[in-house]
């Protein structure tokens, strides 16, 4: 029974980088479908055009430069965020929040407010586009990862921009996870496989055991961990942060976060960066806007002196995963490197010197963990019956208890699917209300941790200690968090309703649902503008040649006239942006030389028959 | 070991094809996944018998092959019932496999099944024998959160209660020992089909022991989190 026809993808959506990818059903062989520049990278970046036109991806890239307060990059790191979680990112980041971000982060563009999975939501929408254009075909569902150590929230926020985007998310997958199934799928591999996954702003480390049984490969997740504000973003922002101090010891520059010129020096940096993973050194040549060239020799060991403390930072996450995995660096078969940050020799250098074993790079790190979401959707679209997929919660959940402590009820590092039953009842007699606080994370006091979710139980009146209540806490297959409430002596459903600390109320959905039509309804136009245009001008062309024949002399001035003027009035609708218009035009273009075409047409046909004999026809 | 056969299930309607069915997952008679029947437990799911030791391979072996089963991926293109099922099914196979491979839940779980064990009853109080030094331990922990706050010298205050820390850590390995004891007790009585009275008994001991784990292990805990602060 499929419940639906369209074709099915994985989508890799990335802090700096997003791909989307897909089984070849003749090879059996992920891969990653270009866009329309040729590359399968599609920056995440998202410019609002002043005529209200979404742009994505690479043309958004190059307007960082020239319209960088209408254009954002690295929302990822909003995903999911409210304003008190996101102060650090907005020392480094250009982003201009709106006020009334308290719950849910809303950014400005230009002169309109988008909440972060809007705007990821336009990136998918992109590579749904590049997937149908390369099908020819619909594309309506998905698999999206997620990095490993995400939240509820942040993965809630993902699944709402896959249906923002007009996709049925089947699953969120955890990147580390799915970069080991483009890898186990490449060479077979068996035993404990360590992945070590820094993106462009994202940590993960995850623990896998690869085994064979009799049914098929099963890929059990033993451990994961990871820190969802560190990846190559940071880098760039340290070595933007020194030289901003280098030139401003010499040269009085103003580096406002916003500004073009501190977009052009990442820009330069980053170039700088990816040449330091080739070379030992390499010069920065950057002209400072009071005339001045500033240059910067950079030397491989000073860059690496920069970066020890993030190289440092992630290597705690990946002690505590094999901790919690009760295995030691020896006892790992396998490491894999994912991401792009990952090319920087240093980084290899301390996954290989900690596992003491050379990590896996065969693979292109920017494109495996797509590779790896595709796979994935292939085993659910398909029911591929011989690989099996078992993944972990990162983070405990637990409820906020009498003076604030938490207490655990589903351990991070748990199966999914995991649950947790908690019994509830009244203290006080008559008492009609219970308060439950559900919080992730690994701290003691609930305030440490990451609220997700508050709601009351409504009971009705009675002695204290009567009323029995469980409540049935699921965590699902994609990580997301599930509240049922049942009264214990009914045996009846107990209706809540859980309002999430953080994230988009299903109402607001609903609107934004409705808005996003609105731009596909805009992607419509543009479509439908482009080929008006290009009909218009053959129209126009087969009429100038028609005119210019020896055929046209047939025709009279009056009628010559009338011609002209349609097509004065074509030309006219043609530079403009309206497709109805347009067409109307053309209709009037073609009545005007029904004549025209006809005597063209006539003359045509009596030279063709010049010279040749009636038997001949 | 062997493994003994699940207990026998009541028989039970399929939400389906509304015929009696005898399957543990799937209907025996139209093929779709089933509720968990009444009366399995997480040893019964996992055709283990009511004991204490476990082989661990062979757990993991049987967890392995029902997750094959009963995984959500596995039921993406099912009907709404099934996939919903399917969820709640691994998600109960899942906390069976958690529970029971952690020796210590798998007492807490057995004697809550027994009904020896009511959830939330963990005494907080301190086991008598070990009044003293608890008191002791109180004692340099307030003395060393005065000497922090107006910093004053902490290295002999630090010593003590590291020297603390390994003392109870060294208890909390006696009672663990214990417990293991008691559990073969229990798998002794088990096969032997010992009276009730005989089983009783044994689950209070337990009881006991666990109580009294959890609170040095609070201990430990406790002590370890304010070292660690200095």
């Given at each position: 029974m499929n419940r639906s026809m369209g074709r099915i993808v994985g989508i890799d959506l990335g802090t700096t980088n997003s791909l989307v990818a897909y089984v070849d059903?003749?090879?059996?062989r992920p891969k990653c479908i270009p866009g329309p520049y040729g590359s399968t990278l599609c920056p995440s970046v998202v410019s609002l055009d002043p005529d209200g036109k979404i742009i994505v991806g690479e043309p958004a890239r190059r307007r960082l430069l020239i319209q960088p307060e209408r254009t954002i990059y690295s929302v990822k790191r909003l995903m999911g965020r409210g304003l008190a979680d996101v102060q650090e990112e907005l020392q480094l980041f250009p982003f201009r929040l709106d006020p009334g971000s308290a719950s849910v982060i809303r950014v400005r563009l230009g002169e309109k407010v988008f909440t972060p999975p809007e705007i990821s939501a336009f990136i998918l929408r992109e590579l749904k586009s590049w997937a149908e254009a390369h099908f020819g075909e619909a594309v309506d569902r998905a698999v999206i990862t997620v990095p490993a150590y995400f939240n509820d929230a942040q993965r809630q926020a993902t699944k709402d921009a896959g249906k923002l985007a007009g996709l049925e998310v089947l699953r969120l997958v955890n990147e580390p996870t799915a970069a080991a199934l483009a890898y186990g799928l490449h060479e077979k591999q068996r035993g404990k496989v360590a992945v070590y996954d820094l993106g462009g702003g994202t940590f993960d480390i995850s623990i896998l055991k690869l085994i064979s049984t009799r049914e098929g490969d099963i890929y059990q997740v033993l451990s994961t961990n990871g820190d969802?504000?560190?990846?190559g973003d940071d880098i760039d922002n340290l070595l933007q942060a020194f030289i901003h101090e280098q030139i401003r010891q010499t040269d009085d520059v103003d580096f406002s976060p916003h500004g073009e010129l501190a977009q052009e020096l990442r820009k330069a940096l980053i170039a700088i960066k990816h040449e330091l993973s080739e070379e030992e050194s390499a010069l920065l040549r950057f002209p400072l806007p009071n005339g001045r060239l500033f240059e910067h020799q950079f030397t491989r060991g000073a860059f690496e002196a920069l970066i020890l403390p993030i190289v440092e930072r992630t290597m705690r996450p990946v002690k505590q995963a094999l901790a919690d995995a009760q295995l030691k660096p020896s006892d790992m078969d396998e490491a894999v490197l994912v991401g792009g940050a990952t090319r920087t020799p240093m980084i290899r250098r301390t996954v290989r010197e900690f596992f003491g074993r050379a990590p896996h790079t065969e693979l292109n790190p920017d494109e495996v963990v797509a590779l790896g979401a595709a796979v994935q959707a292939n085993i659910l679209d398909r029911g591929v019956q011989d690989m099996l997929l078992l993944d972990v919660t990162p983070l405990s959940l637990g409820i906020e208890t009498y003076g604030g402590a938490v207490a655990k009820v589903i351990p991070r590092n748990s199966t999914i699917p995991a649950s947790a039953q908690e019994l509830y009842t009244t203290?006080?007699?008559?008492?009609t209300g219970i308060d439950i606080h559900v919080v992730q994370g690994e701290r003691e006091l609930a305030r440490d941790c990451r609220s997700l979710a508050r709601f009351t139980l409504r009971v009705p009146p009675?002695?204290?200690?009567l009323p029995r209540i469980e409540v049935k806490f699921l965590i699902d297959a994609n990580g997301i968090l599930q509240v049922a409430a049942k009264d214990v002596r009914t045996g009846e459903a107990h209706s809540i309703e859980v309002q999430p600390s953080y994230g988009i109320s299903d109402a607001e959905i609903e609107r934004m649902l409705e808005e996003s039509i609105e731009y596909a309804e805009k992607d419509f136009a543009e479509r439908q503008l482009i080929e008006a245009r290009t009909e218009a001008e053959s129209i126009l062309n087969a009429t100038a040649k028609a005119l210019n024949s020896s055929q046209a002399n047939a025709i009279s001035a009056e009628e010559r006239g009338k011609i002209d003027a349609s097509v004065a009035a074509l030309r006219e609708a043609s530079a403009g942006s309206d497709y109805k218009l347009i067409r109307r035009r053309i209709d009037e273009l073609n009545r005007a030389t029904l004549h025209l075409a006809e005597v063209v047409m006539n003359g045509a046909i009596s030279t063709a028959l010049e010279g040749r004999n009636v038997a001949e026809v | 070991m062997s493994s003994q056969p699940a207990t026998t299930n009541p028989p039970l309607v399929c939400w389906n094809c509304h015929e009696r069915t005898v399957g543990t997952h799937f209907c025996s008679s139209c093929g779709k996944l089933l509720q968990l029947p009444q009366g399995v437990d997480y040893f019964s799911l996992l055709e283990l018998p009511r004991k204490l030791w476990i082989e661990m391979a062979a757990l993991e072996q049987k967890f392995l092959q029902l997750s094959w089963k009963l995984h959500p991926d596995k039921f993406v293109n099912a009907g709404e019932e099934e996939r919903e099922l399917s969820l709640k099914r691994s998600s109960e196979l899942n906390d069976a496999y958690r529970t029971l491979r952690d020796p210590i839940a798998r007492v807490e779980y057995l004697l809550a099944l027994e009904g020896a064990r009511k959830e939330g009853e963990k005494k907080q109080q301190a086991p008598p024998e070990l009044l003293e030094e608890v008191f002791e331990l109180n004692e340099s922990l307030d003395e060393l959160r005065e000497a922090r706050a107006s910093a004053g010298d902490l290295t002999a205050l630090k010593a003590r209660l590291e020297s603390a820390e390994r003392n109870f850590q060294e208890k909390l390995g006696e009672v663990d020992d214990q417990l293991q004891a008691v559990a073969k007790e229990w798998d002794a009585a088990f096969d032997a089909n010992a009276d009730s009275a005989a089983r009783k008994k044994l689950m209070a001991r337990m009881n006991e022991l666990l109580n009294r784990r959890s609170y040095i292990r609070n201990l430990v805990t406790n002590v370890t989190k304010e070292l660690a602060e200095v």
């Open positions: 059903p003749q090879t059996g969802t504000h560190l990846g203290g006080v007699d008559n008492q009675a002695p204290a200690g | -």
